[in-house]
């Protein structure tokens, strides 16, 4: 199930370059297959039973204020100068903060990126045994 046009709207109150910025990504994320979105008080998360991407608004030294910034968790550390910082969380898990400072940055890369962040979000899910939207 997807967010609410409402209620990213609501999420993105005061920041309207970013509320466009998110439904361009939204959009794009179309070709992902099945996941859910869940807006919380400081960001929204896109989840395949495991969170594997979320969207907020944080502010990251030297990042344009109406940036999106998104969040990827992958398998291995990307090696790219788009990521702003990577945190190793566990064994085999990272967590990389992207800005999203243009329409022009939701391009290929980033969308083969969130394409892995989904399927690493649904294979952790089964290898914990949780539900996800395709069972």
């Given at each position: 199930m997807r967010a609410g046009r409402g209620e990213a709207a609501a999420f993105f109150r005061g920041h309207e370059?970013?509320?466009r910025l998110y439904g361009l990504l939204e959009e794009a994320m179309d070709g992902l297959g099945e996941f859910s979105v869940e807006v919380k008080k400081t960001q929204i998360s896109f989840r395949r039973g495991c969170i594997f991407a979320c969207a907020s608004?944080?502010?990251l030294p030297g990042v344009p204020?109406?940036?999106l910034i998104l969040t990827l968790m992958m398998p291995y550390r990307l090696e790219s100068p788009?990521?702003?910082q990577?945190?190793?969380t566990g064994a085999g898990r990272w967590t990389h903060h992207i800005a999203v400072a243009g329409p022009g940055e939701i391009d290929g890369?980033?969308?083969n990126w969130l394409r892995e962040a989904c399927e690493f979000g649904l294979f952790r899910s089964l290898r914990r045994g949780l539900?996800?939207?395709n069972n």
């Open positions: 370059t970013t509320l608004l944080r502010k204020g109406q940036s788009r990521v702003l990577a945190v190793q890369e980033l969308l539900k996800t939207d």
